[in-house]
């Protein structure tokens, strides 16, 4: 049977259900995936960003305590974490806004 993502230190009930809403169904999963690609599935899933919740992830992942983060490490986390904010800020719902203002533009996409 597989781990919950709870089981992964830091990480509780909360984290179990956004992780099943993003599609990443256990523990082993968000090992595989890692926390960037996690995070990123995360946010398209509809979560809100948050540096805290991503360092928490990354130093779940890593074992260690979630205050663990500290000085040089979080701020080069804050920047990944930026970077992943970025590229998901030019999306919606999983599809690259240039394909969204496309499919509205042809008709697909039912007005607002």
């Known amino acids: 049977m597989p781990e919950p993502v709870s089981s992964i230190r830091n990480l509780g009930p909360a984290m179990d259900a956004a992780c099943a809403k993003a599609g990443i169904a256990s523990a082993e ?3 595989e995936i890692g926390p960037d690609a996690a995070y990123q599935r995360l946010l398209l899933s ?3 960003p948050h540096f805290i919740g991503y ?3 990354v130093m779940g992942l890593q074992g260690r305590p979630w205050n663990d983060c500290k000085g040089d490490e979080k701020k080069a986390l804050r920047v990944r974490f930026d970077a992943i904010k970025a590229e998901v ?3 919606t719902d999983g599809v690259p806004a240039g394909i969204e203002r496309f499919l509205d533009e ?3 996409i039912a007005k607002k």
């Open 106 to 108: 042809i008709g697909v």
């Open 46 to 48: 509809g979560i809100r």
């Open 29 to 31: 999963a968000l090992r």
């Open 55 to 57: 360092y928490v992830l």
């Open 89 to 91: 800020a030019g999306r």
